[in-house]
Every structure is written in C-alpha cells, then in structure tokens.
T-cell receptor
Framework: NAGVTQTPKFRVLKTGQSMTLLCAQDMNHEYMYWYRQDPGMGLRLIHYSVGEGTTAKGEVPDGYNVSRLKKQNFLLGLESAAPSQTSVYFC?????????????FGSGTRLTVV | GQQLNQSPQSMFIQEGEDVSMNCTSSSIFNTWLWYKQEPGEGPVLLIALYKAGELTSNGRLTAQFGITRKDSFLNISASIPSDVGIYFCAVLNYGGSQGNLIFGKGTKLSVKP
C-alpha cells in the first residue's frame, strides 16, 4: 500500500536551474494538490488538480507550473529556481467530495536552492 | 486570504502532562480537521469535526468544534514522548477549490521524558 509517493526526497539546485517534482498516488483519487511548507508559515497551496488534464492555481502559484497528464501523477515544475523556493514540498490527494475526510499526504521533498 | 490563528506556536512539556491547543478563524467553516506531522513525514489526519459543538475523541486526543463554527481546540491527555511533532488545524474551504484545505501555522510540541 504505497499511498502517495514523492520523488525525489531531497534535492539541491543552483539558482536558475529547472527541475520537476513527481507525485504518484495509487488510490484512484481524483483530486491532487501541491503544498509548500516553510518554518512558521504552515502549509500553503501552490497548485491543485480536480481531475486528469485539469489544473488550477492555489495561494502561492508564482514560479511554479504543474501538469496532470495521468490521473495517478501530478508533476510540479520549477522553470528557473530561486532561493525563495527553498522549502519542503508536499503532495496530497483525495477522493472527489471526500475532502471532509482530509487528504493523504506524501512524505515530502526537501528542496534547497543555492 | 482566509487565515487560521493557531496557538500556542510551540509547547515544551513534561511527559504525563496534559496539552491544550486551539485554532480560531474570523470566518465560519463547517468542517474542522486536526493533523499531526512527525519529523520528516507528511501530515496525518487525527480527528475530523463536522458539526458545531461536536466533541470527538481518538484515544488520548479530544477535539471540539466550537459552537460559533469559528474555532476548535485539541487536547492531549497524559502526553508521551511519541506525541512530539507539529499539530495543524485545518478547515475545508468551499470558496476556493472543492475540497481545498486551509491550514493553521502549527503548534510544535516537545515532550521531555
């Protein structure tokens, strides 16, 4: 029972480099989310998707892009990394209409931009 | 944007003590959730509250959904070292995406054996 799997777990980037974070879920969830967690800031929503082929902006979308080509995968891209994007990134998923039961989170990707 | 005010920010307690933390909002929400995040892991749902005034327990944890629907508290009784972590409150925000959760900034709990 994998649940939500995030890769990679750790990454160090130089300013201006690009990378893609992968999130995969095996629970057949319709909804998927990307959050970032910074000290003292809690979890803030970057982008989300309510189904395959659809994406939408969250609270802090600038500097990020996402794609949901397959239901089970949700990719988060950084085109030109900046030090302000140093953070821990969490992916989550849920069934449609079952947000009241909370989300299933991955274990996070710790990204450092130098 | 909408914000949840969670307090205290951090707590340092002795094993065996009881813990209380709360979360308030200026807006009404109909679903309140409490999560725990252990070091190096993602948040895990502890308790979900769906009805104003509801009091729900999960082992040594008890949470209440405020009657005004603008607040909630979480109590942990007889704390143990494995209670260490960050506790987040969250509310379901129907104004944004369907099923979008808004999180508080967390209460970091440290337990001294």
């Amino acid at each position: 029972n994998a649940g939500v799997t995030q890769t990679p777990k750790f990454r160090v980037l130089k300013t201006g480099q690009s990378m893609t974070l992968l999130c995969a879920q095996d629970m057949n969830h319709e909804y998927m989310y990307w959050y970032r967690q910074d000290p003292g800031m809690g979890l803030r929503l970057i982008h989300y998707s309510v189904g395959e082929g659809t994406t939408a902006k969250g609270e802090v979308p600038d500097g990020y892009n996402v794609s949901r080509l397959k239901k089970q995968n949700f990719l988060l891209g950084l085109e030109s990394a900046a030090p302000s994007q140093t953070s821990v990134y969490f992916c989550a998923s849920s069934f449609r209409g079952q947000g009241t039961n909370g989300y299933t989170f991955g274990s996070g990707t710790r990204l450092t931009v130098v | 944007g909408q914000q949840l005010n969670q307090s205290p920010q951090s707590m340092f307690i002795q094993e065996g003590e009881d813990v209380s933390m709360n979360c308030t909002s200026s807006s009404i929400f109909n679903t309140w959730l409490w999560y725990k995040q252990e070091p190096g892991e993602g948040p895990v749902l502890l308790i979900a509250l769906y009805k104003a005034g509801e009091l729900t327990s999960n082992g040594r944890l008890t949470a209440q959904f405020g009657i005004t629907r603008k607040d909630s508290f979480l109590n942990i009784s007889a704390s143990i070292p494995s209670d260490v972590g960050i506790y987040f409150c969250a509310v379901l925000n129907y104004g944004g995406s369907q099923g979008n959760l808004i999180f508080g900034k967390g209460t970091k709990l440290s337990v001294k054996p």
